[in-house]
């Protein structure tokens, strides 16, 4: 590539440039005129895109609750891509990148967002041509976190799976999350909680469900299994024979040191086991965040803390029916990456969709929007303090995402028209279920995103702010209520495009539309301009 095709380049550090691959420490790209700038982490979607407000954020060992990647791209073509993690800062219209002794690879790919993402993408993470389980986009899933928190059992997540059906919902993936097992490490079903759960595995597959169970890469101390992994130095150390008690939400545990192969393989003959001799399905797996892996613990091992969150999320390509909340660097591969949780609240409604489009432009296309509602159990407690518009409105961001998970059951904290209005959501997704399964399959094999921003279908409209509306593909708009109320404004890229009341509209154009509760604002492109 001609130099001349990096414009307003700066290297601070070498003295030597090559449009590819320099070795390097800190690059310097002045801003093109109008140029934003997406990726780093995923919980940063809402300050996407970057180039306007100041901002410096440091990517090495923080995931921030959720994905994150060493890639940058932007609306005018431009890429940067690490291998290994980096600081980044936007100030006085320039980008200036820094990563210690570590190679970037950079350019201009094409003429817009679309051109530098799939360089990007073929370059950095091609994608595998694997997709995870069908199921968990072809139905909605359901997850008994909020309904039972920490009082997992038997005859409750079974009570939760037939009030599913009852209620007139499909059947889809169920989750049963924190607390099954006998402790974090011993991976069997309480026997206290669960006295037969193979006869519940069976029930609920009988039902039409999918079954996983959440697992973490902690285990109790002065336990058996602890025990038995301690003498194969199988955790992290404080100093040798001597494990870390690493400090989490549920506590201080000893943590799997999956560098070690006697760990890995350990850590997936149990679920092997599980889904053998109990007939569970998959997995969530939980807990991989950056945060726990300290330096000290890391002394003897040449790997980062970033690149031990990258082990764990390997995990979980053996199983095709996984979740993962926290990931690093497996953007291509057929893994779940789900939102961090988010409060009931209006404000955290609306990072549903910037933070989806920033995952999806870092190759992390199979995307799930945290929980209907929200994710955090402390926000229904208290059934007053629900909003039941917030729960709708939450289902309807959720019904033509690429995927769609409950948790609070809807027909206990809602009346009957606000339940009605959740079910025609799920009713949507399912007309349009061979829709989403047919861009997941694609995105499995092109490695594009499934959900899009705007500005990745239509370069140069000046669409690089939108945030509350995206694009399933390039052909199905849709345009959610995520603050309260009933009506809002939506930008008609160009094109033709019919309405979900059957009116049509030819973009570009904006158009303000009433939205009662029950309507899910969406438009399918019919010409293209």
């Not at 999350?177 to 026997?191: A, C, I, L, S, V």
């Not at 992994?229 to 545990?253: E, H, I, R, T």
């Not at 190759?363 to 518009?389: H, K």
């Not at 495009?497 to 570009?508: H, L, R, V």
Request: some cysteine; hydrophobic content about 40%; aromatic content about 10%.
């Amino acid at each position: 590539m001609n130099i001349r095709h990096l414009p307003s380049l700066v290297l601070l550090v070498s003295t030597t440039i090559f449009a590819q691959n320099t070795a390097q420490s800190e690059l310097k790209l002045d801003l093109l005129p109008n140029e934003v700038w997406w990726g780093g982490a995923v919980t940063l979607g809402t300050k996407m895109p970057y180039g306007v407000t100041p901002i410096d954020i440091n990517l090495d060992g923080d995931n921030r609750g959720n994905q994150y990647a060493p890639l940058l791209v932007s609306s005018k073509g431009r890429y940067v891509w690490c291998e290994k993690a980096f600081r980044f800062d936007f100030k006085d219209k320039a980008l200036r990148v820094t990563s210690a002794g570590n190679t970037f690879r950079y350019g201009q790919a094409g003429q817009n967002l679309r051109d530098a993402y799939r360089h990007a993408s073929r370059s950095f993470f091609p994608t595998d041509g694997k997709m995870p389980d069908r199921a968990l986009f072809a139905t909605p899933q359901y997850n008994t976190w909020i309904e039972l928190m920490y009082d997992q059992n038997q005859r409750d997540v079974l009570k939760y799976a037939h009030a599913i059906v009852d209620n007139g919902l499909p059947p889809g993936v169920l989750m049963i999350d924190d607390n099954w097992q006998e402790d974090y490490g011993k991976w069997t079903f309480h026997p206290g909680r669960f006295p037969n759960p193979k006869a519940m595995m069976n029930e609920l597959h009988a039902l039409g469900f999918k079954v996983m169970v959440w697992v973490c890469p902690f285990v109790s101390p002065d336990s058996d299994v602890y025990r038995a992994l301690a003498k194969k130095n199988a955790f992290f150390m404080d100093q040798p024979g001597d494990p870390a008690m690493v400090k989490w939400w549920n506590g201080k545990s000893a943590m799997l040191d999956l560098s070690n192969p006697a760990a890995k393989a350990w850590f997936t003959g149990e679920l092997a086991r599980l889904q053998m001799t109990c007939g569970v399905d998959g997995f969530k797996l939980d807990a991989g965040d950056t945060t726990f892996y300290k330096a000290r613990y890391l002394a003897h091992e040449k790997l980062d803390a970033n690149e031990h969150a990258r082990l764990f999320g390997e995990i979980g390509l053996a199983f095709p029916l996984n979740e993962y909340r926290a990931c690093w660097k497996l953007a291509g591969r057929p893994l779940v990456q789900r939102l961090r949780d988010k409060s009931h609240a209006w404000g955290d409604l609306e990072k549903l969709i910037p933070d989806m489009i920033a995952a999806g432009l870092m190759g992390y296309t199979f995307v799930c929007p945290d929980l209907i509602g929200g994710g955090e159990f402390s926000s229904f407690l208290n059934q007053a303090t629900i909003d039941q518009d917030l729960v709708v409105r939450s289902a309807q961001v959720h019904a033509l995402a690429p995927m769609m998970q409950f948790s609070v059951a809807p027909w206990r904290v809602l009346d009957a028209a606000h339940l009605t209005a959740v079910k025609q959501a799920v009713t949507l997704r399912m007309r349009f279920t061979p829709r989403i399964l047919e861009l997941a399959k694609a995105s499995a094999a092109t490695g594009e995103p499934i959900l899009r921003p705007l500005a990745y279908v239509f370069p140069n409209g000046g669409y690089e702010n939108v945030k509350n509306q995206f694009l399933m593909g390039d052909d199905l708009m849709v345009a959610p209520m995520v603050a309260k109320g009933t009506s809002r404004t939506v930008l008609i890229p160009p094109g033709t495009w019919k309405a979900d009341d059957g009116g049509t509209i030819t973009g570009p154009v904006q158009k303000t539309f009433d939205v009662p509760l029950a309507r899910l604002l969406h438009f399918e492109r019919q010409e293209r301009p």
